[in-house]
């Protein structure tokens, strides 16, 4: 059971991501957990757990300046982290994360697909 992501492109791919997180620091209740690297043609499991019903963001990107995003910006660092929304330092990026809604309760695994 969880949340995976599959690399359907032909060069490496980095993936964020960002998951409900009660508590949280700064009134958000959301984490960011990154990085994640995924082969081509690999797959990876970036959370454990039933997926259906939640709700997760993304954001990827490979060396050539390809990324998958959306409209919900954060700052993630350019190293293995495992953050609050809001937490924030002066080493990395701010991106925008793409959001996922999983839908239907009765989802054990949800695979998000990275193509070009």
């Known amino acids: ?3 995976y992501f599959k690399n359907k492109t032909s060069s490496p ?3 964020t991501y960002a998951y409900y997180s009660p508590g949280c620091e ?7 957990k990154g990085w994640y690297h995924v082969s081509p043609g690999n797959t990876a499991k970036v ?11 993304f954001f990827a990107e490979d060396d050539f300046g390809h990324h998958w995003s ?3 910006f954060t700052f993630v660092p350019w190293n293995a982290f495992d953050w609050c929304w809001n937490t924030a330092s002066n080493n990395g990026e701010t991106v925008g994360f793409r959001k996922i809604n999983t839908i239907s309760w009765n989802i054990m695994d ?3 697909n990275l193509v070009l």
């Not at 700064?26 to 960011?32: D, E």
């Open 1 to 3: 059971m969880g949340l």
């Open 110 to 112: 949800y695979t998000i």
């Open 47 to 57: 959370w454990s757990g039933w997926a259906g019903g939640d709700k997760f963001f």
């Open 26 to 32: 700064g009134g958000v209740n959301w984490s960011k």
């Open 13 to 15: 791919v980095w993936v």
């Open 70 to 72: 959306g409209p919900f």
